[in-house]
């Protein structure tokens, strides 16, 4: 069975099918009213899945919760890691570092 695709996918997924539990509903039922592939679904659930905005606003709504409950506390750490990260203003700088030296 393939691994979470990360910690925040994995996280995402719990916090999902914990709800779906509560709520006594099956991923089948869940897919459905959220108009979605129930293997797609499924595939959020195991934290192998990436849902786009859209996505994670309609299981929000489905689910009856607010979608920032899915995703709150989950930060860049739990991403998967990069070759190099770079911030906006450390971006920025280098921009016009190359601009300048031409």
């Known amino acids: 069975m393939p691994q979470p695709t990360s910690e925040a996918a994995r996280l995402f997924g ?3 099918r914990a709800e779906r539990l509560r709520l006594g509903l099956s991923q089948d039922e869940v897919a459905h009213l959220a108009g979605m592939n129930v293997s797609n ?3 959020i659930e195991r934290g192998i ?3 786009v905005l859209h996505t994670i606003v309609r ?3 489905v689910l009856g919760s607010d979608p920032a409950a899915f995703v709150t506390g989950i930060g ?3 991403l998967p890691p990069v070759l190099e990260t770079f911030s906006a203003v450390d ?3 280098e921009q016009r570092r ?5």
């Open 14 to 16: 719990e916090r999902v």
């Open 91 to 93: 971006y920025v700088r």
């Open 59 to 61: 299981l929000g709504a």
């Open 76 to 78: 860049a750490d739990t």
């Open 41 to 43: 679904y499924g595939k």
């Open 49 to 51: 899945g990436n849902p």
């Open 98 to 102: 190359r601009r300048s030296s031409r």
